[in-house]
């Protein structure tokens, strides 16, 4: 068996009465592409939230290369290696497309606007910056203001700034939401791509055509508990999973 890069043990979160995340395990193997599945509310984003520090936890451990990460606050676990998309976007619109790159860093906290002025010294994160832009096919974009981005285009900026931090894993939270289908085909090509680059992608869709292909494995979630995981093909035919679906408007 592959190698944990990260691990869930045990991982709950509560909000007031609402056990978002119960006891939740699961593992995310080194070079797999992980698909998360689950109907809304599961606690899908909740659990990217946990895994980058955004909620702590309030009972278990998050595991990352043999490492306790779980106390490590959001800033620390962007530099530790943990990386995410927002399931809605979160670009800086009157900022160019290559800013929102250069004033990422490694967990998408803004530096301060007087870091702008020193841009020029900063040649070699402008030439990283335009590479990571030129992989997601937006270099030509660079100058361009990320407010007037097409809907694709902003979501593939959102996962050059995530990997302008060169994390070990990457998470996306809903990447193809709102996508066309010719959209779609082309994030599940860029998202191969960066794979080399990565110890493991995390992908939660509710595209279960675009998971099927991509994901080596899924993990299926309901009420913040882990319902199956495995093979697509085990998984999306497991009983509570294809009841989890029925009579939402997920399936
Ligand atoms: N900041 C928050 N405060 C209170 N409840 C929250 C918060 N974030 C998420 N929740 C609740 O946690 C549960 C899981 O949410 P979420 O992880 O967003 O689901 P999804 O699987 O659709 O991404 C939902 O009941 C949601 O309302
Ligand atoms: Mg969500």
Known sequence: MAETVLGFDGVSKRFGGIHALSALS????AGEILGVIGPNGAGKSVMINVASGVYAADEGRIV???????????HQRGRAGIAR???NIRLFKRMTVLENVLVADKTHTVRPFGSLLSFGRRREEIAAALAELDRMRLAD?????????AYGDARR?????????????LFLDEPAAGMNERETEELLADIRACR?????IVVVEHDMALL????????????????????PDIVLAHPEVVS???GTQDG
């Open 64 to 74: 990352h290369r043999g490492r306790d990460i779980t106390r490590l606050n959001a």
């Open 85 to 87: 998309t927002f399931q």
């Open 141 to 149: 974009k660079a100058d361009q203001l990320a407010g007037t981005l």
């Open 212 to 231: 099927r292909v991509l994901s080596d494995r899924l993990v299926a979630m309901n009420y913040g508990q882990l319902l199956a995981e495995g093979t």
């Open 244 to 246: 989890a679906y029925l």
């Open 196 to 200: 080399s680059r990565l110890d493991a």
């Open 157 to 169: 900026l959102e996962i050059a700034r995530a990997l302008a931090g060169k994390p070990s894993v």
């Open 26 to 29: 699961f593992e995310v193997r």
